[in-house]
């Protein structure tokens, strides 16, 4: 069972403008969430995380918002620029677990 | 920097061969991670390990087994290669999942 959702396989988004990319939990213990960008034959790589205890965390164009009601996070990046195509996974963990729980990934494209 | 490296890219081998896939991480984490990605299916965990010759089972443990003999190594195997496990292998390691987890380049198998 997919304790994390990425419900929408791809977005497209014109160059310069906000690309949204969303993401849903179903386990309550999950307090830490991570986003991953990958590129085609290349590994993830760490682009930002938010902790439970925030609901929001900025780091330049990217910003992570966290609805710990509604089990929802979501990803912001302003602006999209065409080298932010990939694909991105949502993940979560639970504090004393040694797991990374990833989402199915959305394809971003940013169209110049 | 964090440097997690896989023994090979791309890997052709035959069903019934028996798979090694190596990885090696340079910045003492004790966590180390398999994982296969699918398309559609995101990042599925095979096995992890938080310590030496330490071993948990993912989410997708049968046709696999690891070995970790030493911390920087730890190995994923395929007793019996099939060809649903062609696929893109991800080895990752981190020193606490809060502060995320790095991966190695990828191992893309196929097996024919």
């Known amino acids: 069972d997919q304790q994390v959702k990425q419900n929408s396989p791809s977005l497209s988004v014109q160059e310069g403008r906000i690309s949204i990319l969303n993401c849903d939990y179903t386990?309550?213990?999950?307090?830490?969430f991570l986003w991953y960008k990958k590129y085609p034959a290349e590994g993830p790589t760490f682009l930002i995380s938010?902790?439970?205890?925030?609901d929001k965390n900025e780091d330049g164009r990217f910003t992570v918002f966290l609805n710990k009601s509604a089990k929802h996070l979501s990803l912001h990046i302003v602006p999209s620029q065409p080298g932010d195509s990939a694909v991105y996974f949502c993940?979560?963990?639970?504090?004393?677990?040694?797991?990374?729980?990833f989402g199915t990934g959305t394809r971003l494209t940013v169209i110049p | 920097d964090v440097k997690v490296t896989q023994s090979s890219r791309y890997l052709v081998k035959r069903t019934g061969e028996k798979v090694f896939l190596e990885c090696v991480q340079d910045?003492?984490?004790?966590?180390m991670f398999w994982y296969r990605q699918d398309p559609g299916l995101g990042l599925r965990l095979i096995y992890f390990?938080?310590?030496?010759?330490?071993?948990e089972k993912g989410d997708i443990p049968e046709g696999y087994s690891v070995s970790r003999e030493k911390k920087e190594r730890f190995s994923l195997i395929l007793e019996s290669a099939s060809t649903n496990q062609t696929s893109m292998y991800l080895c990752?390691?981190?020193?606490?999942?809060?502060?995320?987890?790095?991966f190695g380049q990828g191992t893309r198998l196929t097996v024919v």
């Open positions: 990752a390691s981190s020193l606490s999942l809060t502060m995320g987890a790095f």
């Open positions: 386990n309550s213990m999950f307090d830490y």
């Open positions: 938010i902790s439970s205890i925030k």
């Open positions: 993940a979560a963990s639970a504090t004393g677990a040694n797991n990374l729980f």
């Open positions: 910045m003492d984490h004790e966590n």
């Open positions: 390990s938080y310590d030496v010759k330490m071993k």
